[in-house]
């Protein structure tokens, strides 16, 4: 999305925040926010499997954290995209009755 439509500021895309336009090419929260989910993800799976089942209950909490975040993460980029979409079906709409 961010490529086909790069004049679109990708915060206001995804999370209805900021200006429409893109003024300035900054990193994308968006982005950060994937790259924190993947780095906890690659950290959780680099340690070792907990012998006790409190250590293991532990580590099966951070992967539910973590699964979470991800979650939430999805729904609100899907809630994004219907809120863009109903907005373009509304300005198609009114082109085509007021011409």
Do not use: C, Y
């Not at 790259?35 to 959780?44: G, I, M, P, Y």
């Not at 863009?84 to 009114?94: F, P, S």
């Amino acid at each position: 999305m961010a490529q086909a439509f790069p004049e679109l500021n990708l915060d206001w895309w995804l999370w209805g925040t900021g200006a429409m336009k893109a003024e300035t090419q900054n990193p994308s929260t968006a982005a950060t926010r994937a790259n924190d989910l993947r780095s906890s993800a690659l950290s959780l799976q680099s340690e070792p499997r907990g012998k006790t089942s409190k250590a293991q209950a532990a580590q099966a909490q951070k992967w539910a954290e973590v699964f979470d975040r991800a979650l939430l993460e999805r729904l609100d980029l899907m809630h994004a995209v219907v809120e863009h979409q109903d907005r373009v079906i509304e300005l198609l709409t009114h082109e085509i009755k007021n011409p």
